[in-house]
């Protein structure tokens, strides 16, 4: 995939607004637009859509620590990006919202879940444990997959920017 300075341009901001939409809404955890805005992204951008959320992922471990933690990002938005990628292109319009947001739900609610491996083996935990990590962790995927859900609500208003600034871009 060969990029133009212009994508490379937008796909830096665009990746840099994720970054700062999770910093801003840092305040109240697990209530963010990323989950929105890789669906967008997606939808929009396909395969391209990978460079503004990797580089998401890179500002989040350079600002914030290439820790533990970090790991699991190098997936999990992957898995939200390849989900978005397997759905057909020709959703009705008039429940294409509704599967965006039930598909930022899901990634919410399974949020800890697929989070869960990398950490019970970078910390030596049994499948015991690592289940018992999962379950402690489900009132905030509970928080995270309803936010998602209704965050989910700015996917169709964000693609449609998108398509309009592409469309500008291209005719001038």
């Known amino acids: 995939m060969r990029l133009t300075i212009r994508e490379i ?3 830096g901001m665009l990746g840099a607004l994720m970054y700062a939409s ?5 305040v109240a955890p697990n209530v963010h637009l990323l989950g ?8 929009v951008y396909g395969k391209k859509a990978l460079y ?12 914030c620590g290439f820790a533990a933690w970090w790991i699991p990002y190098l ?7 390849g989900a978005v990628m397997l ?3 020709k959703i009705p319009g008039k429940i294409r919202p509704f599967v965006y947001m039930a598909v930022c739900a899901a990634h919410g609610f399974l949020f800890g879940t697929l989070y869960a ?5 970078l910390y030596g935990l ?3 444990g690592m289940i018992g990590w999962i379950v402690a962790g489900l009132p905030w995927d509970c928080i995270h997959g309803i936010s998602n859900f209704f965050c989910g609500i700015l996917i169709m208003p964000i693609v449609s920017v998108l398509k309009a600034a592409e469309k500008n871009i291209v005719r001038n």
């Open 36 to 43: 929105t805005f890789t669906i967008a992204f997606t939808v």
């Open 9 to 11: 341009a937008v796909f």
């Open 87 to 89: 759905l057909p292109k």
């Open 126 to 128: 049994s499948f015991q």
């Open 75 to 81: 997936y999990v938005w992957a898995l939200l990006w």
């Open 52 to 63: 503004p959320i990797y580089t998401y992922v890179i500002l989040n471990g350079i600002f």
């Open 22 to 26: 999770k910093m801003i809404m840092e």
């Open 117 to 121: 491996p990398v950490q019970a083996l």
